[in-house]
T-cell receptor, first 115, second 111 residues
Framework: EAGVAQSPRYKIIEKRQSVAFWCNPISGHATLYWYQQILGQGPKLLIQFQNNGVVDDSQLPKDRFSAERLKGVDSTLKIQPAKLEDSAVYLC?????????????FGSGTRLTVV | GEDVEQSLFLSVREGDSSVINCTYTDSSSTYLYWYKQEPGAGLQLLTYIFSNMDMKQDQRLTVLLNKKDKHLSLRIADTQTGDSAIYFCAEGHTGRRALTFGSGTRLQVQP
């Protein structure tokens, strides 16, 4: 079974620029999550999708962050404009309908550096 | 809201046992997890335990759960240098599938 794919692996941008990250979940996984992991901290949920609908985006800074999951498969997370404090690793995860235990799989993440 | 706390750092000698501790606040948590993160890598699920269990053993790993005190621990027997990493405790609910993570414990294994 292929894992959760994310790209790019690394990205360096200047503040006020825009950036987009892509995630392809495990085939058949209905639930997709984007987490932000700032250096020295644990991952924090940004947004959760169930198929192509948003379940929880309460922690997403909506003035600059947006995410979509067209057709309920791939997802993109965008930041526009980026700030220095957005430097972090952005992790995508997916889960099956059961959603707990071994149903969670994380991708390797995209490391964003804003300079 | 939910909160998960861990100590920041643990140093052990190769061959010793490591014990990493975690406390959580949400008494309705149904699943508790341990993840491992090596430098530059994603999160690797090590093990998890249901909230109605007290203990789970998986090869060198032993998870102990004290639900009354909301305390979770991960014991690694015969710790190896390859176990050096950051270990994250996380909690989840059946009804809320997103996980709440602690800040991680950095385990350093000295030869």
């Amino acid at each position: 079974e292929a894992g959760v794919a994310q790209s790019p692996r690394y990205k360096i941008i200047e503040k006020r620029q825009s950036v987009a990250f892509w995630c392809n979940p495990i085939s058949g996984h209905a639930t997709l999550y984007w987490y932000q992991q700032i250096l020295g901290q644990g991952p924090k949920l940004l947004i959760q999708f169930q198929n192509n609908g948003v379940v929880d985006d309460s922690q997403l800074p909506k003035d600059r962050f947006s995410a979509e999951r067209l057709k309920g498969v791939d997802s993109t997370l965008k930041i526009q404009p980026a700030k220095l404090e957005d430097s972090a690793v952005y992790l995508c995860a997916s889960s099956s309908a059961g959603g707990q235990g071994r149903g969670y799989t994380f991708g390797s993440g995209t490391r964003l550096t804003v300079v | 809201g939910e909160d998960v706390e861990q100590s920041l750092f643990l140093s052990v000698r190769e061959g010793d046992s490591s014990v990493i501790n975690c406390t959580y606040t949400d008494s309705s948590s149904t699943y508790l997890y341990w993840y491992k993160q090596e430098p530059g890598a994603g999160l690797q699920l090590l093990t998890y335990i249901f909230s109605n269990m007290d203990m789970k053993q998986d090869q060198r790993l032993t998870v102990l759960l004290n639900k009354k005190d909301k305390h979770l621990s991960l014991r690694i027997a015969d710790t190896q240098t390859g176990d050096s990493a950051i270990y994250f405790c996380a909690e989840g609910h059946t009804g809320r599938r997103a996980l709440t993570f602690g800040s991680g414990t950095r385990l350093q294994v000295q030869p």
